[in-house]
């Protein structure tokens, strides 16, 4: 492992990335990026699992509360504010630790983003419009259809991926799947990919805990709170849409309550597959912290 370092902590929801990045951290005595998409917004704490008071003193953290749901913040700002940082730290230190759950993030600052052509900004006005009024069924549809490659990489619970997809193909008449080329771009520092797994039960019932737990802590408090900020794109996302459908009076709480746990378990499926395409991705499970930092000394040698 010659010169400067990043470390990549990568795998589903809920299988312990957070306390492995906090493990590690300590150990090389440096700092934590997050690149979970959710976690970046001040306002949801509770729904997005975020690290704890506790842990996030253990360690520093950069991209964890670091905007607000009222911002627009793109993978492209997130490249290059990422980029900023970790020239700051390799100034001071050898090795920095990035960590989360979202793909199209961590690819960001591993490889850089395709140089996109232009869009219809009013066509994605319009299909803002067909959200609100018909829901992300019809859109998810129709990407289906046009471009099933992005659809099965990307989120699909998330409206403004699908909206992404379906403006760019109805702009230019390609498919966006078709401009992302993964030609990677040089960065001035080496790249050790970490991938957690698990059991497939045994991370289903860590997702089925997590999201009780969150109810006993009071997310429903918060979806409530953040009800006039509903139609914000952070907020179309996995435990939040499922609780605003209960406070619209459309499905019981404790169907909610499974929906969000399902949901949670469905992009935790796609989240490995995508990752697991990955073949430079060394996986390990999640106890295996010793195995891990021995393994990333060896790469010094």
Known sequence: ?????????????????????????????????????????????????????????????????????????????FELEALRILESLFKKQDIAILVGGSGLYINAVCNGLDELPDTDLQIREELNQRLAVEGLATIKAQLKQLDPEYFERVDQSNPQRMIRGLEFFLSTGHKLSSYQTHTKKKRPFNILKIGLNQDRT????????????????????????????????????????????????????????????????????RQLTWFRKDEETKWFEPSQTTEIINYILSKKD
């Open 1 to 77: 492992m010659d010169h400067k370092t990043l470390i990549v902590i990568v795998g589903p929801t809920a299988i312990g990335k957070t306390a492995l990045a906090i493990s590690l951290a300590q150990h090389f005595s440096t700092e934590i990026i997050s690149a979970d998409s959710r976690q970046f917004f001040t306002e949801m704490e509770i729904g997005t699992a975020k690290p704890s008071a506790f842990e996030l003193a253990q360690a520093p953290h950069h991209f964890i509360n670091s905007h607000s749901i009222k911002q627009l913040f793109s993978t492209g700002d």
């Open 202 to 269: 045994e991370l289903y019932n860590r997702i089925n805990y997590r999201v009780d737990l969150m109810m006993e802590t009071g997310l429903l408090n918060e979806v409530e709170g953040l009800a006039p900020y509903r139609n914000y794109n952070a907020l179309k996302t996995v435990g939040y849409t499922e609780l605003f459908d209960f406070l619209d009076g459309n499905i019981q709480l404790q169907e909610a309550i499974d929906q969000i746990k399902q949901n949670t378990r469905r992009f935790a499926k």
